[in-house]
Each structure stands twice: as structure tokens, then as C-alpha cells.
């Protein structure tokens, strides 16, 4: 989507903090309690129609509206499962015609914005859609934040949760997550609870360790793939270079830093984690590290891996609970709506390609 004229020659503020809101209209000569109201404006009331911020004065409204933009991600496609408590698959295209995606999962007990963090993935994961397009950029803190504003003006339960788990790998681009982290959970703003905000990553030792240096960090998820350095490799073609010891090590200094208990996503398919043999060596490897386990259902996606049986999980399960192990199965969800990272944003852009060479 080619950007107008006016776009072109306005200045975004999505993005942009309270201080920095604040400095921007004392340039112009206005009171830093201005700044705190557009700050409002923008983040805790989700407006971004400068007409409809009434308690600033008409001048300041058309000089905003003259010099300034409040464009969020458009959304291309929507998606819903059937019932009312299925997921919502979002596709959202940026000013520069690339897209992402996002999910929103309804639950019981929360309600959950799933966010992508970067175009496309360069980690080439071999159970994950999104690797098969390839690294295209970074995400934009404003891009992140936008696309949890549009969904949130789209649906109507309160979002509770943020887990950074859609397109790319979180840790990769973790100056911009963690800009968007504190714009999501500014009290003033948004306002998530930072026990409320998770990262998931595949496991990059260094970031880890960037990351436990920030005060109140979020919550982490390792996807661990798999307990065996040999497999691991394998599925995880640039994160396997990181082998298990040395992301013990990193997760080990994560959590005696944050005190936080650490997840381990266990992803369960036909033929991969689905031995006895598998959850025993996910128990050695944890070892006295602080966990809970969370076993994953595979969704059929562009992934090289099919979905296993009930059994299998419930006897991977049995298993790791027998050796003492904390262990949440939850239910699948967004299976009808392709929600397996990447996979909406894949088929749209292999259409686009159809189309293209028609």
C-alpha cells in the first residue's frame, strides 16, 4: 500500500513516550501536562483521530492534525474460528506494504494478544511457517504497539495478556520488544501488568542475558524443540548453534536474576517428543532449574512435522509428572483459523506470488 502525500510529509507519533510527547509539545511552546494529555489520548483511550481529542485546544488539534500521523498497521484479513471463545487471526499490512500477523485467544481465565516482532524470521525453524519467508526487517516499536492498539479496538474483551510468540524471534530484536514492552505496560498508558507480558524465544544465550540486565523484565518461555543437542540442531537450524549446556547456563543466570520460574515450551508431534525416552531427558536437562512445562499440540502448518495423537501427549505427560515435574496441557486453539506462527502471512504472500506471475 503506496503511502499519500500527506503520510509522506507528516511525522509519526505512535511510539513515542510519555517524556518524549511532553519534549516535542514544550518545543512548540506548549505545558507538559499537553504532552500527558495526548499521551492519554494516544495509548490509555486508543484515539487516533487528533478531531476527537476534545481537551486540547483547537489550535493545538489542527496544528497536530497538520504536522503529525496516528496511523496504525492496517488490517488485511480477519479471521475467526467458529464459537465464541475461538481465536481471531489478524494480517496486518505496514506503511511499506510488508505484513505481519497477530492472534487473539480468548480464554477462561485471560485473554491473550499474541505479537509478532519482526518480518518474516531468519531462523528457518523447521516446525514454524514463518521460516519459510525468510528475515525481510526488524519491527518498529510503533509497529508492535499499533497492531495491539488495532486489535484492540476490534474486539471487545479487555486484553489481559501479551506474549511475543507471532512472527520472528523476540530476542533478535530486542531493543524495539522491550521499547514496546514498556509502552505496553506503562501505568499511565495501556497499562498490562508486566507479570502479564511473556517473550518465548528458541534460545540465544547472550540475549538472555541482555535481557535479565532490564529492570522488571517480562516473563520467558524457551521453546526448547528438543532435549537432544543432535535433534535440536536439526529443527532449529540457527538457534542449534547455542547448544543446551550453554542455554542452561544463560536460563540458570535469568532466573537467579529475575527470580522468575522459567517456561519450557515442549512441542509434541508425530515423531517428535513423543517418547518416553524424550521427557526423560527434558527432566535431566532441566535439572534444578526453576520450570514449568508447557506441552504444546502441534499445528499443522507449512512445518515439516503432523500432529500426534492425544496418547502421546497424555503419556508424555504422566511421565514428567511422575518425575515431579510441574506440567500444563493446554488446549489447542487457532487451529481453525491457521493460527500457527507465520501461516496466514505465508499464504498471503504465496498468492500475492501467484498473482504476480499471472
Known sequence: MAETDSQITTQPLLGKTRDELIELLEERGYRPFHGKQLYSWIYYRGVTDFDEMTDLSKSLRAELKRDFHLDLPTVVEQVSGDGPDTATKFLFELRDGERVEAVF??????????????????????????????????????????????IRSRVEPRISNVVFMGM???????????????????????????????????????????????????????SISSPHDDVRSKVLPVAGRWNLAQMHEALTEYAEQTKHRITIAFLVANGLNDKIEDARALHKWIGNLPTKINLLRYNEAAGAYRRADEEALERIASELVRLGRTVVLRKSRGRDVSAACGQLAARSILQDKVKDQG
Open 105 to 150: 485467544i480468548p480464554t477462561e481465565d485471560r485473554n491473550t494478544v499474541c505479537l509478532s516482532s519482526q518480518v518474516g524470521c531468519a531462523f528457518a525453524c523447521t516446525f514454524c511457517a514463518t521460516g519459510l519467508l525468510g528475515l525481510k526487517r526488524n519491527m518498529t516499536a510503533a509497529e508492535i504497539v499499533g497492531t495491539f492498539l488495532a
Open 168 to 222: 520472528g524471534e523476540p530476542l533478535a530484536n530486542l531493543d524495539q520488544v522491550m521499547q514496546s514492552y514498556a509502552l505496553l505496560t506503562d501505568g499511565d498508558g495501556i497499562a498490562l501488568s508486566k507479570r502479564k507480558v511473556t517473550i518465548s524465544t528458541v534460545g540465544i544465550p547472550g540475549q538472555v542475558r541482555k535481557l535479565a540486565k532490564y529492570p522488571n523484565p517480562p516473563k520467558l518461555v524457551f
